[in-house]
């Protein structure tokens, strides 16, 4: 499974950006995908994530302020932030499950390479 991810940069505070992430799978099923923040010293932790069957799950830092969808019929997702806080800064990480609701909850099982995100004061 490949992970493509776009989008990501630099932002001012309360400013916006958009990620998205498209999966090429080959024979294997892909029944979830995710974005997933990490910053130094910390592990890799939940920003949000939505199954085929638009279950989603959202880190408790997000507040209502990101929105998880899925792109047409693929494996493609994107994830809109909106009135981004400095702390959100860090490195995003598309990822891909095939547990549907339990990768949701529980984590993914591919994963791409990180972008990063900055959010000045």
């Known amino acids: 499974v490949q992970l493509q991810a776009s989008g990501g940069g630099v932002v001012q505070a309360g400013g916006s950006l958009r990620l998205s992430c498209a999966a090429s799978a080959g024979i294997v099923v892909i029944d979830a995908m995710g974005w997933y923040r990490q910053v130094p010293g910390k592990q890799r932790e939940l920003v949000a994530a939505i199954s085929t069957g638009t279950y989603t799950n959202y880190g408790d830092f997000v507040r209502g302020r990101f929105t998880i969808s899925r792109i047409g019929a693929g494996n493609t997702v994107s994830l809109q932030m909106n009135d981004l806080k400095p702390e959100d800064s860090g490195v995003y990480y598309c990822?891909?499950?095939?547990?549907?609701?339990?990768?949701?909850?529980?984590?993914?099982?591919?994963w791409g390479k990180g972008t990063q995100v900055t959010v000045s004061s």
């Open positions: 990822g891909a499950g095939q547990y549907g609701s339990a990768s949701v909850q529980r984590g993914m099982d591919f």
